[in-house]
């Protein structure tokens, strides 16, 4: 009864699917994700994707050939991460969801977000939550935790959890205030996060021999997943896959 009347409070707080998100026209109530038909064409859902680092396939060659492990994005990288799974492509329209998420306070966007990638998840790979045992998130760094005031993979992780039924712990901890990942290289983001990340000392015999979902809201050279894939894995975790709402074409600008 109690959750019911919270969540008729959360509907009056945040009320959804009376406009679009996008483009504020009027939509059903019933409107799935409160996107309007025109604007959900625009967004692209990731279907055929490199089944390691979950970029877009856009070789021909590469989406009929089921014996490729590797897209041209990793073939030639050893990720820490067992696999990573996005679930939209990184466009003008799709990213002012997370911008709106972490720029604007609009935090209803991390449930609209988390239902996102709960459907998708089980529209493309159902057995894998069959596999997994914890679900956490990429951790912000104290300093940008102060002046956001909130932690947007958490909040879309918070929601995912109850959508998909795994238990969430706040498994790992930013320990050094790292600067500003975006327009970095892969090389210089790994350069800037070693050694960024610890797990709490109250969780660690949490880990030893859980299969764990990482969640972010994009993954763009890996490199933090990956960092936090390594001290998991230290500390004992079996395989560590992460989901991440976007992520973008490969480019080979993005290595250098």
């Known amino acids: 009864m109690l959750e019911k009347i919270w969540k008729k409070i959360l509907d009056i707080i945040y009320p959804q699917n009376l406009n679009c998100i996008f483009c504020d026209m009027p939509i059903s109530r019933n409107n799935r994700y ?4 025109t604007c959900l064409k625009k967004i692209i859902f990731i279907h ?9 396939l856009i070789n021909t060659s590469l989406e009929v050939d089921k014996s490729v492990e590797k897209c041209p994005y990793c073939v030639d990288k050893r990720f820490l991460f067992d696999r990573n799974i996005s679930f939209i492509e990184y466009g003008d329209l799709s990213k002012k969801m997370v911008f709106k998420l972490k720029y604007s306070d609009k935090t209803y966007m991390a449930k609209i977000i988390a239902e996102i990638m709960a459907d998708s998840l089980l529209n493309i790979n159902p057995n894998l939550l069959g596999r997994m045992d914890i679900l956490t998130y990429v951790p912000l760094s104290q300093k940008r935790m102060e002046s956001r005031g909130f932690n947007q993979a958490q909040k879309i992780a918070k929601y995912l959890a109850g959508l998909i039924g795994l238990p969430l712990f706040d498994l790992v901890e930013r320990t050094k205030n790292t600067e500003k990942l975006h327009g970095l290289s892969s090389r210089e983001r790994r350069r800037v996060l070693k050694n960024a990340f610890t797990i709490r000392k109250e969780v660690r015999d949490l880990i030893v021999g859980k299969n764990i979902l990482i969640v972010d809201d994009v993954f763009t050279t890996g490199a933090t997943i990956d960092e936090i894939a390594k001290v998991l894995k230290l500390a004992g975790a ?9 992520t973008g074409k490969y480019e080979k600008d993005i290595d250098k």
């Open 48 to 56: 055929n994707s490199c089944e390691y680092c979950g970029k877009p």
């Open 238 to 246: 079996g395989q560590v896959v992460s989901l991440t709402f976007l």
């Open 34 to 37: 409160s996107i309007c038909r």
